[in-house]
């Protein structure tokens, strides 16, 4: 019997599904004209054929399904691949018009002219991505510290809300905010303190700022899950030893969730470095070497943003482009296999 | 140190302040309901409701997608399945994927779209774009809620003769549930609060999208329409939008709070 142990008009359903569909099918081919339909209808027929002739057994669902988890985990594997060749073939383009060397170390970026150079938009990059790291980590470091081990219950579970939110809280949100906020405040005080009076508050620093804030629950977040994973007697055992409370947290929890504090930190340098909307709100977009902090600039991630509506009237600035996405990933990529190696390397070192 | 958690909380009071003083006044029941129309821009009436829907026509099917996706592979993941030198390899691609600007998947899908010859964007590319986003968030929040079941309940599963596959799906999803809401919740903000890559992918319209072709509006790609514009009314309206961008991100996060709270009751501890 085809069906293992199903009733007479369990069969028979099947049967009827059968037959419909595989007349749906051909009425789809034949008279709709609709492939699609006629693709999917093909699809089920073959499956219902296939199930009357095949002995469903639980070990055939477990063969099945587990290739079918296979085919998905290598697929995603396969994305990562495609995601990487495609970059690559498209910034072919311009850099078989351009050398590498022209395109990174020149700093002229002018589009229409057929002027590609980046010079000037990476150190801006490196600039603001510093900053609003050397901004972000110490108060991120310390309010993770303060957060796991000094705060009392009830103020931890008030905290905690807080960071979840802000960490979900859109880029374009915060570029807003920026825009009313950092800008007037950058323009009227900041800047004229530091002596630059013509800044127009859309600057490197403003986005540094923002970045900042951006930052902090990335790093809190993961620094307080590392901090919370080591061991309740570690920490008793250098208390016991005479040490206070700061020597512990400096000698013996910093030391043992080292590697996790600093994978929090590369995370939170990717943020930085990849945000695209909050900062093109308030950079000031212009491709300059900066010659000062308040000064309009441009990063990697902006340029993409506030050039890709020329992309249909320039052919190859869309290779452009890509090339600069490529950048993006590929600094990305190198970041987090750093992370990757520090770590295993630290992990064996630390252990405790 | 307290004064460094105060810079973190007053930062984020700092933002729901700006946007509540800003937006509230612009809101009102015409603008939640009525389509932009033809002159939302330019001063006149209308709403953002087609943004409100395209955001959300962008990001459930795409959640959902990588939903599927993320589980499967998060489930796959494990030891049961795979060597962990493999496991580890897919972990990290999934990690680079994570760390990966947005902006990165826009330039991507935008390329494919150039390639094939469509102009304007669409829909369809708004939600690969996302999806693509989302599945590294999902997968690697529910493999860390995975690796937390204990071996016992695998090991009482198995004995009891089930098949790895029936032990994935019925056993191990059911007890990783809070991660897995927590997960796929999470990958759901990012998504539809992610402005960089269907900035890229799906064009403007202000009307319905009624086809996977359609440009559609976003509610992040209004906000950074409305503020471009040199109207000072036009402008304010970015902030109404603002506001329920936010509404939406805070719902999902006390939704995600109720669920986990929820669910974690019937696990086994």
Redesign the interface.
Known sequence: MPVSNGSWIKKYKLLLVGIVSLFLSFVFLFILNNFFLFALFLFIFIIVLVYNFVKVT??L??LL??R???F??VF??F??FL?LA??ID?SLNILQKESLSDLIFSSTWKPFSGEFGLFAVIVDTMIVTAISMIIAV???L??A???AE??PKKFRNI?R??????A???????G??A???FVPVVREDVAPFFGSTISSGFSLFTASLILS?MV??II?SLCLESFNAVPQALKEASLSLGATKWETVKKVIFRASGPGVLAAIF?GF??A?????AVS?VIGNQELIPKSLFGPGQTL?SL??SN?TE??SIPIL?SA??F??LI??VV??I???LG?LVLRRASKRWAY | MLASVFIVMGSLILIVTVIVLNGAPSLSFEILTQTSGGGFYLGAGGGFLNAIVGSLLLALPATGLAFVIGIIIALYLQKDFLKPGFANFVRLCLDILWGVPSVVYGVFCLTIMIAIGMTGGSLLFGVIALTLLEIPIITRSIDESIKMIPLGLKESAYSLGSTKFETAMKVVRKQAMPGIIAGVLLGFGRGIGDAASILLTVGDSNYFPTSLTDQTAALPTMILNLVSMPDQVVQNKAYAVAFVLLVIVLLISMVTRYLTKKSSKHIIK
């Open positions: 639980r070990s669902v477990d399904g587990t079918l988890m296979l998905i985990t995603v594997v994305l990562f995601l495609i970059l498209g110490p108060i991120s310390l309010s510290i303060y957060i000094y705060a905290v809300p807080f960071i979840d939110v802000l979900g809280v859109p880029s374009v949100v915060f807003l905010c825009l009313l906020v804030i902090f629950p809190i995370l990717g943020r470095f990849g945000e695209t909307i709100m991630a993409i943003a890709y992309v249909s869309a482009l890509i600069v996405a993006l990933f990305v990529l970041f987090n296999l990757y």
